[in-house]
Each structure stands twice: as C-alpha cells, then as structure tokens.
C-alpha cells in the first residue's frame, strides 16, 4: 500500500468528536486511548471582537488509516462519519497536491 | 388502503436488511432514546447472536448523509449498559426512596396496573390520574391515545410553562397557521443540489447552538454545508461559540431579551423602509399596527435592554432585511423565557415583513402526517372529560388544538385537590427530578402522596427511585420498531428492531397491550406493526412496505400560499381567520393576549429586579448542551462520560478573579430560591463578565440510589419556580440573577 496521509481542513472542523469516538468504536479502543484525537486551539480574544477558536484532530500511533474497510470498499471511519465533512484519507502524494489548494489545511503524513 | 401517495425515494444499492461480512446489517432511523430527536439515517450491525455490535451514518439517507454523532456512535454501549432495566419490578408504595425493588413478570405488571388504573377511574374518574411524557421521544402519539382511551384529559410533560418546541409550535399555528423552519433543502432528496433549492445569503441563529444540540429535526451541520456554500450567518448568544466566531456579526445578548432585540430590529427594518411592501400588502395582517408597537423600541433602548451595542442592532437588522433570502433558526432560550409567546411573535415578524416565507432559502413549512401537537385520538375523549383538562379554563389558548395539559397548574392541582384532587400518575420516559421538572422539590412533594405511580424508562432515574410503584423496562430504539413522525422534516422513514435486551419492551408495545386493557375498542390492532400501518394508512403504504422503500419524501412545493395549498378551503393565503399571516393576532386576541408583540422584563433580573443586583450579581443562563449527553442521559456511558465528567459552570475569567475561583473549583449557585453544585470552568466565551453558563439535568448513577443519586444538590432547576407566561407558555428557565460560592469541605 501506498503511503497514506489524513487531510484535515481546520477551518470547518467544530470539534464534535465524531472523529475519536467513531474510531474508538471501529476499533474496539477503551476509553482514554484514540487512533485519531481531537486538539482545541483556544478559544480567547486577541483583538476586539476577533477570536481565535479552532478544532483540529490528529492521528496517533493507532491509527492504521482504516486498512480493512479500505479493503471492503469504505471510508475510513472518522472521514465517513466526519459532521462538517473536513476529513479526507487517502494516499499522501494526491493528498500533498489539494494541501495547497485552500488556507487552514494540515496534511498529516502518519 | 389509500392508493398510494407520490413521494420521491432515494435509490438504494441493497434491501432494508442485508448481509455483510458475516454481520446483518439493517437500515432505519434513529429515535431518542437514547438521544435525540432527529431521526438519522443509521446502519445498525448484529451479529450471529443477534447482539448490536456496531453503528455506522447511513450515506445514502439524505438528511444526514451518512454523518452521526457521538451519542449514536457510541449507541452499543448504552444498549448493553450494565445499569439497564431488564424486567418489571414493584416495591410498596411505602417503600417510595427506598431501593426494594421486586422483580415481577410482564402479566403481574400488566394485570397489577390495569387493577390500579380501574379502581382509580372508577373511585375518582379518570381524570384523576396523570400521563406524562419527557423529551420528544416519539411516544407522543401513543401515549396520548392511552390517557384518552383511558378517559384522562390530562395528557402532558412536566415542564413549566411547556417551555420546550411547544411555545414556538403554538405561537407559529396561533398566527400563521403553519409551522415554520429554515429551507436548508431538507425537503429534498437531492439536497443542495436540487435545482429549484437556494441557499439562503444569511441565516440567524437564534439562541441555538445547532451544531451542539440538534434540535427538533435541524440537523446542526447542514449550517456548515451552507457556510461551504457561501451563507452568511448571525449569531445571538451570549458565549461566543464556534458559529460566533465565523458570523459576519455577534450579537452578545442578555438572556431573557430576546423579545426587546426582535422589536428592536423590527424598529429599525420598519422606520428605515427595509421591509417588503409587497408581501407585507398581499399576505398580513395587522401591519400598521405592528409599525405603531415597534416604535417603543428604538434601537437605543434596546441596547440598554438587552446590553447588546446599538450600532449592531442596527446592523443586523439591516443585513437580515436587505439580504435576498434570510432564514433565522431558533432555539430554546426563546421558550424558556416567561413571555415567550411575544418573543416568538417578534422573532417570526422579522421573517414575515422581509417576506422571507414560503420559499427557497427562507422560512418553509415541514409537510405533516400527523398534526404535530395534536396526540393521536382526540375523538376518544368526551366533551365532559375534555372539558376538565388541567389549566384549559385559565390558558384558553390550549384550545386552539392542543393536547397538553398545563403543567404548574398541575402542579398547583396536585397540591391543592382543586377543582378535584389527582390519584395516579404514568410517568413514560421522563425524568422530572433531574431534567425538565422545575422547582423539583415542589414537584417530588406534591408527587409523593399520589395513591399510584408507574415509570417507564431505559434505567432506573432519580424520579423513578423517588415516586414510583411499578417501573416498566423500556426498549431503546435498536430494540423496537416503529415511525419517525416526529417534527421536522416528515419524511416516511421507519425505526427498525435488531435486537432484545432483557424483557424490556418498546413503549408503544407497552401502550398497546395497557390501552387495550384499558379500553378495547381504541386498540384494535394485533401489533404494534398493525398499529403503525393504520397511522400511515393514509400514504398508501404499510409498514412493511414503507421500511423498504423509506426514506420517502413528500413532493415539496415552494409558494405553496399563492397555490392555494395552505388553507382546507383551496383558497390562497395562509391557515388564519383573517387568511394572512396575523401580526396582529385575532386568535390572542380571542384568548385575552395581547395581539401584538411585547418584551417584558424577565423576573426577577437586572431589570426587573436591581435591588436583587447586590446580593446576586450575576446572570444565570441553564441548558446550553454538550456533545456526548441528551438532557439527563448518559452520565451512566463511561465513554460519554469521560468527556463531561462533571456538571460545569462556565464563569468569566474577571468573575473568576473577583471571586477568587479557579478551574476545578466546586461552588454553589444559589438564588432566592434554591442552590446547585456546579465545578468552575473558567472561559472568556461568556460575552460579559455579568453572565455564567450552566449544564442542566445532573445526576450521578455511581452514587446512592437512596440518596437519588445526588439529584437534589446537582439540580439546577432548584433555582427555577413553576411560574409560567400570561399565556400558560413560557418559563424562565434560561435567565435569572444568581451568586457563586465555594462549596465547604464536606459539603
């Protein structure tokens, strides 16, 4: 299998932990332990009426880019399930390519 | 059977049900409980051994496009949670508090309560005894019919002031005639890309945070699809959420003003001519007088009133009137203000004078199967039996076809015996004593003398360890079949049973075996199935047929007003006695309302009340949700849990530092009524340092069931009266002046 990364777009992500809890059930993870995690970055006021709130999950060591349902023909689970639609899982050279292609996008080469 | 309607379907690649990798996997709809009322299309995967072993989004149902969240991710968990209920139990009605219970078998419950519930009819009427519901579970339909047949007006949930969905649906009927929501090309199957579907330019959100809470049939992310799509938003909150910090415009509001910021806007769309003459012209009623009302709140009074800047006042309306499609999306700080019928008035007038109605990208109306807040057997009921429905004489709006009884004159009713005492009451999935119950030791003192109660629940609640006789195992929704007719977009979509847990049974299994006990001739159907076919029976589809073919859309029309489409008469205009959507409203004029839309200061607070300002400084707002937990579910689901291990009090950081609190710290929030527990979080999205944010619906399942698991220092409706609206809508449940202090070692 080809390298494969996570592309996650922070400007939607609004931290709904779909990502973590969907791959905790895939997985069969116990509470505590996470193939993918979600991160705050703030929330607080820099300016007036200008805030810095984001959401960003990021994949740990468990992660195995969901290389059964993969094998099945689906998504991976957190891309799948993702409310705001801000993950893309795929392999990481098509996934450099769209990194570009917007501002807040983070490629994760795990 | 009917012939069967039109409806626009979605193409399937597989059956309903179907094998998969050694799991079945089968199609259907979500349904609280557990959690919410939206309805999401879900796989649910069992195994040989028929347990549900996984749930996935299911991609190919429109309206939530295969997305979930975590309360349905986590669905096996609480399906299998070691603190289910599995079988009946009873224990004497002495034993009330006490952890006694005694398993009995479904017979016993069954022939146990139809005794009880015959002896009480018989002794005192049927009216004596109490049906209640909680959160819209979709028991509604069922449980109305079974208080009906039974003989009992008194159908209802034990919230003041109904101040949930039900004031924004009866407001919206009382002078539209319809139900309104925003068009985010829910009503389609192809969604965003339906050609006669546009995206509205601006939505409001309204003292909602939708993508947190879900409410009522708006799934929230469909905001974010629309934001991609280049839709504006505004938010009203008073924290600054992730919607708030990508809206065009924060208005930081005092809760409780809702009311004062609508006519505030009305003022300014008003006298700077934003409005749109045209509808205004061709479709109300009442606007001259609307003009004259709004001039009592120029923009600067507002500004005091509701402690929002001027100049965004200002701002927004003029963006929200200028826009070319504008939509608001509101929450439930608008019911759980005590005048929330006028706030609701005031709200939907921005809408109806921009003539943001009935068309794409504004404000549309769901079809409907079943009238929303219309139970499901009225005609069971005689006129005498009606006639005695709790709080019909005081609040005649309930009238006006609603089904529910008033709850604080229930509550005033069960104390007094006035005008006749009450015996019994049925408590179907609701949990008044940690959720939705104000003043919940009122409500446990004028409860516990009732001569029989029965509680239907996934678990074993505060309220049912405090109240109840019997307790009945109810079915979570893998485990039971049965329709999404709930709000909302109405689609035809079925619930669809996988697996059994225990002996527990669905409450509409439960309903149809008492009813049937209780009145034949008003359940004549063999099974819940059977039941099920005959309320759809009008579709044309049984409910075999409908859950293969479900999702089913009913052909949606745009400017269904101007066909003709609104009014049983054929006629064009809307469902109102004056045929225009009322601004001035002739049925709250018929009711001894006021017509017209009004702010009147929340009681007590800043403004009603600054001699309170002393002893209690700050600004109280309760409710505002979190990911993992659905009202007062879930504290028992580690995995939920562990997100929100505690009931949070959100407190700004200058409050904190005046206080001398810090993160972690434990207090009291306290009122002249009453304290709640709460643990310190200290964050700057409090918009005002005079504003803190709370959880509702606490308890803690790993303490004493005896000491009802702490639900009496953890509730934070301790601090809320049953003191409802001049309308018997409305309850101040989101806005009060409180203080905070430390909570004492060993307390």
Not at chain 2, 217 to 235: A, C, N, P, S, T
Not at chain 2, 421 to 444: S, V
Not at chain 2, 712 to 726: E, H, S, Y
Request: net charge negative.
């Amino acid at each position: 299998m080809a390298d494969y990364g996570i592309l996650v777009d922070y400007e939607w992500c609004t931290g709904c932990h779909t990502c973590e809890t969907a791959c905790q059930m895939e997985h069969h993870l116990p509470v505590g332990q996470f193939g993918i995690k979600l991160n705050e970055v703030g929330p607080y006021e820099y300016a007036p009426d200008r805030w810095q709130l984001a959401y960003i999950p990021v994949p740990t060591d468990q992660c195995d880019f969901c290389a059964e349902r993969l094998g099945q023909g689906k998504l991976p689970t957190c891309q799948h399930h993702c409310q705001a639609q801000c993950i893309e899982v795929g392999p990481i050279e098509e996934l450099a390519k769209k990194a570009t292609s917007k501002k807040k996008l983070v490629l994760f080469h795990n | 059977m009917d012939e069967k309607r039109a409806y626009v379907f979605v193409d399937h690649d597989k059956p309903w049900r179907y094998e998969e990798d050694g799991l079945t996997v089968t199609r259907g709809s979500a349904w609280s409980g557990p959690g919410c009322h939206l309805g999401c299309g879900v796989k649910l995967y069992t195994d040989e051994e028929g347990a549900l072993v996984k749930v996935e989004g299911d991609r190919e149902n429109p309206f939530n496009q295969g997305r979930l969240c975590i309360r349905c991710l986590d669905l096996p968990e609480v399906v299998y949670s070691d603190r289910r209920l599995l079988h009946p139990m009873k224990r004497d009605r002495a034993d009330r508090g006490k952890d006694v219970w005694q398993r009995i078998s479904w017979d016993e419950a069954y022939d146990e309560i139809e005794a009880r519930l015959k002896d009480i009819r018989e002794r005192y009427g049927a009216e004596s005894v109490l049906f209640m519901q909680g959160t819209g579970r979709d028991i509604a339909t069922w449980i109305s019919r079974l208080a009906w047949s039974y003989g009992s007006p008194n159908y209802g949930f034990p919230l003041s002031g109904l101040a949930c969905y039900l004031p924004r649906v009866s407001g919206m009927y009382s002078t539209t005639g319809s139900f309104w929501v925003c068009d985010c090309s829910q009503e389609f199957p192809d969604r965003y890309d339906n050609p006669e579907y546009e995206v509205p330019e601006v939505m409001v959100l309204w003292g909602n945070n939708p993508i947190v809470s879900n409410s009522d049939g708006f799934f929230g992310h469909w905001v974010v699809d629309l934001m991609k799509r280049g839709m504006e938003i505004m938010v009203v909150d008073p924290r600054m959420t992730w919607l708030g910090r990508r809206a065009a415009l924060q208005l930081p509001i005092r809760p409780g003003t809702d009311a004062a910021l609508a006519l505030g806007m009305l003022n300014v769309i008003v006298n700077e001519d934003l409005y749109d003459h045209d509808f205004v012209d061709k479709w109300t009623y009442g606007f001259d007088k609307l003009a004259e009302r709004v001039q009592d709140y120029p923009p600067g009074k507002v500004a005091n009133i509701t402690w929002i800047p001027e100049e965004k006042i200002v701002q927004a309306a003029r963006r929200f009137a200028t826009a070319e499609r504008a939509c608001i999306q509101w929450g439930l700080a608008v019911d759980m203000t005590r005048e929330a019928l006028p706030a609701i008035q005031a709200i939907a007038a921005l809408t109806q004078i921009t003539g943001n109605i009935d068309r794409p990208g504004g404000m549309i109306i769901p079809p409907e199967i079943l009238f929303y807040g219309g139970g499901f057997g009225a005609d069971l009921l005689s006129d005498e039996q009606t006639a005695k429905r709790i709080g019909l004489e005081k609040y005649p709006l309930l009238k006006f076809g609603f089904a529910t009884l008033q709850p604080d004159e229930m509550v005033k009713q069960m104390e007094t015996g006035d005008p006749y005492a009450l015996h019994g009451m049925w408590m179907q999935t609701t949990n008044p004593l940690a959720c939705m119950g104000a003043d919940p030791d009122r409500f446990y003192n004028a409860a516990k003398d009732l001569d029989f109660i029965v509680g239907v629940d996934l678990f074993v609640t505060p309220t049912i360890m405090a109240l109840a006789d019997y307790v009945l195992p109810a079915a979570t929704y893998p485990e039971r079949d049965g329709l999404r007719i709930g709000d909302g977009p109405q689609r035809g979509e079925t619930i669809n049973k996988v697996c059994q847990v225990g002996e527990c049974k669905s409450d509409m299994e439960i309903n149809l075996e008492l009813g049937r006990r209780l009145n034949p001739d008003a359940w004549p159907w063999a099974d819940v199935k059977e039941m099920f076919s005959s309320i759809i029976g009008e579709t044309g589809y049984s409910f075999d047929e409908l859950r293969e073919i479900a999702p089913a859309y009913p052909q949606y029309v745009y400017r269904k007003h101007e066909k003709g489409l609104m009014r049983p008469d054929g006629q064009p205009g809307f469902n109102t006695p004056t045929g225009r959507i009322e601004l001035w409203s002739t049925q709250y004029a018929g009711a001894g309302l006021d017509p017209l839309p009004y702010f009147e200061e929340p009681e007590p607070g800043p403004g009603s009340t600054p001699e309170l300002l002393d002893e209690y400084p700050l600004v109280l707002t309760t409710g505002a949700r979190n990911w993992g937990m659905f009202h007062s579910e879930h504290r028992n689901i580690p995995r939920l849990r562990a997100l929100r291990p505690d009931p949070i009090i959100e407190v700004h950081p200058d409050t904190a530092l005046d206080l001398e609190l810090r993160d972690g710290d434990w207090v009291w929030v306290e009122n002249q009524r009453g304290r709640a527990k709460r643990r310190v979080q200290v964050t700057p999205v409090l918009l005002d340092p005079r504003f803190c944010s709370t959880d509702h619906a606490w308890w803690l399942p790993e303490e004493d069931p005896e000491d009802l698991f702490g639900v009496r220092d953890l509730a934070i409706n301790n601090l809320v009266p049953w003191a409802c609206g001049k309308s018997g809508f409305g309850s101040n449940y989101k806005c009060m002046l409180v203080k905070l202090y430390k909570v004492e070692d060993g307390e």
